[in-house]
């Protein structure tokens, strides 16, 4: 399994945008980046995924550089419903499903007003 | 309704007690997993199932066990529940193809007295 580091806790204030930064040193060929969301007492919901440079969709932007060792999740202009936690999960989870990746403790993302 | 559905959602139960948790999925997924979350901490996986006649160990599956009774339910016991057992319980189901996101249910928390 591949090991992640990502910052325990941020705070940022509205409007501003955030990096939320995972190192990944260990990564493997077949491995994707993957990052999930988690609100107190639900269940996490994925946000983004890439393998290679950089993947954007409606909520963030995912940058992953050449050796692939990191990976930043960029969300846009933050509001005080960002507040969650955030997991980098690294891992095959085509073939090997999400037995192959671990969500450690995230990093929590608090939205000052 | 939602894609992912556990129950109870609320469970206080007594120490020795049998208690079964429930989930049932319509995203017509094969793959389904069963996690425990403690406070502050990340998701640790229980048990994957990636069909039907597939049931396997995850990483802390030592006083609990699970049944598939079909592609859709995926159900989680705890013969003889203990304090320690005191978590909010996760399932969640994912494919091998698209985005490989997982979709995980609204948690059951559980509480052992």
């Known amino acids: 399994l591949a090991k992640t580091t990502q910052p325990i806790s941020m705070d940022s204030y509205e409007g501003q945008e955030v990096n939320i930064t995972c190192s990944h040193n260990?990564?493997?060929?077949?491995?994707?980046i993957t990052w999930y969301q988690q609100f107190p007492s639900q269940g996490p919901r994925f946000i983004i995924q890439g393998y290679k440079t950089k993947v954007t969709n409606e909520v963030a932007s995912l940058f992953i550089p050449a050796d692939r060792k990191s990976s930043t999740l960029s969300l846009p202009r933050v509001s005080l419903s960002d507040t969650a936690v955030y997991y980098c999960?690294?891992?095959?989870?085509?073939?090997?499903?999400?037995?192959?990746?671990?969500f450690g403790t995230g990093t929590k993302l608090q939205v000052i007003p | 309704d939602a894609d992912v559905t556990q129950t109870p959602r609320n469970r206080i139960t007594k120490t020795g007690k049998r208690i079964m948790l429930e989930c049932s999925q319509t995203k017509g997924h094969d793959r389904m997993y069963w996690y425990r979350q403690d406070p502050g901490l990340g998701l640790r996986l229980i048990y994957y199932?990636?069909?039907?006649?597939?049931?396997n160990k995850g990483e802390i599956s030592d006083g609990y066990s699970v049944s598939r009774q079909a592609q859709a339910k995926f159900s989680l016991s705890l013969e003889s529940a203990i304090p320690n057992q005191t978590a909010l319980y996760f399932c969640a189901t994912s494919e091998p193809s698209g985005k490989g996101e997982a979709f995980f249910g609204q948690g059951t928390r559980l509480t052992v007295v």
């Open positions: 999960l690294v891992g095959d989870i085509y073939s090997g499903g999400y037995q192959k990746v671990t």
């Open positions: 260990n990564i493997a060929t077949n491995d994707y």
């Open positions: 199932s990636f069909d039907v006649k597939d049931i």
